[in-house]
Nanobody, 117 residues
């Protein structure tokens, strides 16, 4: 089992910044991919960013490219999402996701990000 705890959400004005963090515990040796997803009210959960495997390949959703940066600290078993130039449409609950080598997905409980115009 893997447990994930997100932190760093909050209320920010448009064009502001927030940094989200996610800490993993439990069977952390089995973790392969780390990612962030979000779900806005009335919408389905969507992909935001991912850092893959041991090579560290990174991908972003088109909507956040150039504004968000994902990073990982293997020693601390954490992943972060630096969000700059925030827009009201970035308002959502942000979820941390990890996938293990046996393709099991784990999710955090989410952290609310609200961007006011």
């Amino acid at each position: 089992q893997v447990q994930l705890v997100e932190s760093g959400g909050g209320l920010v004005q448009a064009r502001g910044s927030l940094r989200l963090s996610c800490a993993a515990s439990g069977r952390t040796f089995s973790l392969l991919h780390w990612g962030w997803y979000r779900q806005a009210p009335g919408k389905e959960r969507e992909f935001v960013a991912i850092i893959r495997g041991t090579g560290g390949r990174i991908d972003y959703a088109d909507s956040v490219k150039g504004r968000f940066t994902i990073s990982r600290d293997n020693a601390k078993n954490t992943v972060s999402l630096q969000m700059n130039s925030l827009k009201p449409e970035d308002t959502a609950i942000y979820y941390c996701n990890v996938r293990t080598f046996d393709t099991t997905d784990y999710w955090g409980r989410g952290t609310q990000v609200t961007v006011s115009s």
